[in-house]
């Protein structure tokens, strides 16, 4: 089996150090700085003989390296700069994303693709389009992040739930699918809590890294041993939830065929509502891009 990730910096360095640790798998690490993509990988290979691991890691600038990739992570991109519109990021981001899914396309057309890049829904949605792909072979990775934060604030105050899910936008507008974790308690804080946190780390360190690195692991894995695991994930809707045409979070079953199922709980009015004001808002940035 082989990852590919385009972006080798922090999070998708981070996050393929993650996976080549926890599964048998060959890596592959694209990014515009050569050096950067080539030093990560015989960094990592020398992390892998160190566990008697010896798989085919490889880095570089060349699309092609991609070739036969069964997942393809996506983190490449601009990070928001003080001054920078969220429009801005977009614009440059969308351009970027555009790039990448035609070279996607061309050279491992076969591959699952997992977007990372900010705005991630934005962009899931620009990588599904561009990229021509079934929609259950596009997907982004935000839900998990955002749910494991709030397991981080319920277990602070003693609370665990079975079914956890951040639903919505991997933004100001998400919110918790109350009626599918069964627990009391005040979800305003919590979900307050939940989305303050990340801004507080990267006022503290720079970036977040590790939480997004080991989500990523948990999805890729998902597809790559075929778990069909129930997981938070921004995925285009045709129809599911009454909403159409928008990359959005939702839970679905990850397995070797990408999202094989969009999971369509019984939520409330107000969680449904929560939703379709989550998709109205993400289709307004993507009319802003053109789409």
């Known amino acids: ?119 991630m829904d934005v962009m899931t949605y620009v990588m599904w389009k561009e990229s021509g792909k079934p929609r259950n072979e596009v997907f982004g990775m935000g839900g998990l992040l955002d749910t494991s934060r709030l397991k981080v604030s319920l277990n602070a105050r003693g609370i665990r739930a079975d079914k956890l899910f951040i639903l ?31 801004a507080e780390v990267i006022k503290r360190k720079g970036a977040t890294i590790f939480g997004p690195a080991v989500c990523i692991y948990r999805m890729v894995k998902a597809v790559i041993e075929d778990t069909k695991e129930e997981i938070p994930a921004s995925v285009v809707l045709q129809g599911e939830y009454g909403i159409s045409d928008v990359s959005v979070g939702v839970p679905v079953i990850l397995g070797r065929d990408g999202v094989e199922r969009i999971v369509e709980y019984d939520l409330t009015k107000d969680e449904i509502e929560a939703l379709h004001n989550s998709a109205k808002i993400l289709r307004g940035r993507l009319a802003e891009l053109g789409y």
């Not at 507008?173 to 946190?197: C, P």
Request: glycine share 10%; hydrophobic share 45%; aromatic share 4%.
């Open 1 to 119: 089996m082989k990852i590919g990730f385009v972006g080798a910096g922090r999070i998708g360095s981070t996050a393929a150090f993650t996976c080549l640790l926890n599964m048998d798998v060959d890596i592959t690490l694209v990014d515009i700085a050569e050096d950067i993509a080539v030093g990560e990988a015989m960094d990592l290979t020398h992390a892998a003989a160190a566990f008697d691991k010896f798989p085919e890691v490889k880095g570089g600038s060349d699309y092609s390296l991609l070739k036969g990739s069964d997942i393809i992570v996506v983190s490449a991109g601009l990070a928001r700069k003080p001054g920078m519109t969220r429009l801005d990021l977009a614009t440059k981001n969308a351009g970027i994303i555009k790039d990448i899914a035609k070279k996607i396309v061309e050279h491992s057309p076969e591959s699952k693709i997992l977007v990372v890049t900010n705005p």
């Open 168 to 198: 919505g936008e991997h933004g100001d507008s998400m919110f918790v699918a109350k009626s599918i974790a069964g627990v009391d308690v005040d979800w305003s804080e919590v979900l307050q809590e939940t989305r303050n946190i990340a």
